[in-house]
């Protein structure tokens, strides 16, 4: 079994979780997630972004600073109306996992 594949949803959500802080880009976020064990080549991480940007829940623009240019990824209201239904399906599904009681959906 591919254990990679059960870790795809988290790391899609872990993308949302930290484009609804501040704007984002690619460098930056396969730093993230590889401080948090999921190490993503440009050919994995650039289509999940560009997946999460087609379904609405990002919206990208390209950024210069001089020569340097950067594509940022910014959440969307669709993206925080997803982050918010993640997470309260993770605190259900860790609430199981490990026994911990659920906080009340007036959490973040």
């Known amino acids: 079994m591919d254990d990679k594949s059960l870790y795809s949803g988290l790391i899609r959500l872990h993308i949302l979780h930290h484009a609804a802080e501040k704007p984002l880009y690619g460098i930056w976020i396969a730093e993230e997630l590889a401080r948090h ?62 026994g911990v009681a659920a906080k009340q959906s007036g959490s973040r």
Not at 67 to 94: I, Q, W
């Open 37 to 98: 064990g999921y190490k993503l080549s440009a050919g994995t991480l650039y289509p999940i972004l560009h997946g999460l940007e087609r379904k609405g829940y990002l919206h990208s623009h390209e950024e210069r600073n001089g020569r340097v240019s950067r594509r940022l990824y910014e959440m969307t209201p669709l993206g925080r109306k997803a982050l918010r239904t993640g997470r309260k399906r993770m605190r259900e599904l860790f609430g199981e996992m490990f």
